[in-house]
């Protein structure tokens, strides 16, 4: 894992950053409308999971499955979406999204439904005590 990482300026830009897993940075993407996490390994010039070692894809997966475990557990969802695109943010990284059969998008994809709704400082400290002491629970699996 190289120790110079640094976040792309748009994960930057949309994301709030949470908890270190230990290859990757976990993001909320700044969208109160969703559960909507990002797992970015903190890895330079990545761009497709292929590109990473044999052991730190096996540490993504890891953490994927496990966050995605996580998140159905707290939210209740009717289905996890995990994607890795990269259409527009090159770096890697993998949105791991809780959707409900009643979300404003559903059936559809997330992506450009409807326009990002920030979370309030209020919303943002709910999340954050709902969530937190499950994720370092996980930490503790690693």
Same mark, same amino acid.
């Given at each position: 894992?190289? #120790?110079? +990482? #640094? $976040?792309?300026? $748009? /994960?930057?830009?949309d994301c709030l950053e949470l908890i270190d897993f230990p290859l990757s940075k976990l993001l909320v993407m700044n969208d109160s409308q969703y559960p909507w996490f990002v797992l970015v390994p903190k890895v330079e010039n990545i761009k497709d999971i292929y590109q990473l070692d044999w052991a730190d894809q096996q540490?993504? $997966?890891? &953490? !994927? !499955?496990?966050? !995605? &475990?996580? /998140?159905?557990?707290? +939210?209740n969802g009717d289905k996890m979406n995990v %994607? %890795? /695109? =990269?259409?527009?943010? *090159?770096? $890697?990284?993998?949105?791991?999204?809780?959707?409900f &059969?009643?979300?404003? %998008?559903? *059936?559809? *994809?997330?992506? =450009? &439904?409807? *326009?990002?709704q920030a979370y309030s400082e209020a919303e943002l400290a709910e999340l954050k005590n709902k969530l937190m002491p499950a994720l370092e629970s996980i930490l503790a699996q690693f």
């Open positions: 894992m190289n #120790t110079s +990482f #640094t $976040l792309h300026h $748009l /994960l930057q830009r540490q993504l $997966l890891n &953490e !994927s !499955s496990l966050l !995605s &475990e996580l /998140l159905m557990q707290v +939210f %994607a %890795a /695109l =990269g259409n527009v943010c *090159p770096q $890697l990284h993998v949105h791991h999204i809780v959707r &059969e009643e979300d404003k %998008a559903w *059936p559809k *994809p997330i992506w =450009g &439904e409807h *326009p990002m």
